[in-house]
């Protein structure tokens, strides 16, 4: 019997090791190819020769000088998915707020509706997004990438299930001291759904740090491209070099790496929440 037993723990911890690898490979085989010296990358699968000629590249242009805005197209996106995350979260948690806790007529509709429009298909209303924002003369500016990404349904959805979960007799409470909702809702409510509000801005910004679709429609200016917009942009002049392509898709992943070992503790006590 002990046999058995241990031979099903070595089975698990083989699968399971398996599995990680599996999952974690691709991301190791970009990070190794984006600093191979340029003979291996994408000959070899483990590459023995490494260079920073990939990432010199990205900000010299390399000799054929193909000059690309690598830190400007950065701190767009950094504008951008920082401005379009902080919206998302503001308009989550006002809604979020009045829908668990605030007694008005037409809540069931304002719930039902949110609920219906998360299954709806996103792609659908491009296009009239896209006039919107043109007629309204946001074409190719920061706030026409910001403002149509400025309210996320599946944020309204998890925080009003934790604000639902959220005892009523802490707000009457405060309500009988003087306060008002909102002063409810910053000063109370949220200092008690950090591991939530954790979960739900790492996924908001990883989302939208990652957008490319509407990115590409709305900013046509080098100026304010973005770094996922300039990295589509190289199957042109960087087609031909896919070690800069490589150092570039780690540039772009870095920022949520940081951001997720600075708030790792927190997205796995919020996690914990979420999957009850």
């Known amino acids: ?22 999952m ?6 970009l990070i190794l190819h984006s600093l191979a010296d ?16 990939s990432y010199v590249w990205l900000f010299t242009g390399g000799e054929a000088g193909f000059k690309m805005p690598w830190i400007k197209s950065f701190f767009n996106s950094l504008i951008v998915s920082a401005g379009s995350t902080f919206l998302m979260m503001l308009t989550g948690v006002l809604v979020a707020y009045a ?35 043109q007629r309204m003369g946001l074409y190719n500016t920061y706030a026409g990438m910001i403002i149509p990404k400025a309210v996320s349904l599946w944020a309204i959805f998890m ?4 604000f639902k ?19 409810i809702l910053f000063k ?6 950090k591991s939530i509000t954790t979960v739900i801005f790492l996924f908001l910004f990883m989302e939208r740090w990652t957008e490319l679709l509407w990115d590409m429609i709305v900013a046509r200016s080098d100026e304010i491209v ?4 300039l990295i589509f942009q190289m199957f042109g002049p960087y087609g031909g070099y896919p070690g800069p392509m490589y150092a570039a898709s780690v540039l772009l992943t870095v920022p949520i790496i940081i951001l997720f070992l600075i708030f790792s503790k927190k997205f796995q006590e919020g996690m914990q929440f979420t999957l009850k």
């Open 1 to 22: 019997m002990a046999g058995n037993k241990k031979r099903k723990y070595v089975f698990r911890y083989l699968l399971t090791t398996l599995v990680l690898l599996v």
């Open 24 to 29: 974690i490979f691709p991301f190791i085989y």
């Open 38 to 53: 340029w003979s291996q990358v994408d000959r070899t699968l483990i590459p023995t020769d490494f260079t920073l000629r």
């Open 99 to 133: 829908l668990a806790k605030l007694n008005f007529r037409g809540r069931e509709f304002v719930n039902n509706f949110v609920l219906f429009h998360m299954f709806f298909p996103a792609l659908i209303l491009l296009i009239p997004t896209f006039l919107l924002v």
């Open 159 to 162: 925080y009003t299930n934790f």
């Open 165 to 183: 979960a959220i005892p009523n007799e802490f707000i009457e409470a405060a309500k009988m001291d003087g306060a008002n909702n909102l002063q």
């Open 188 to 193: 109370i409510v949220l200092p008690m759904s």
């Open 226 to 229: 973005t770094l996922n917009v």
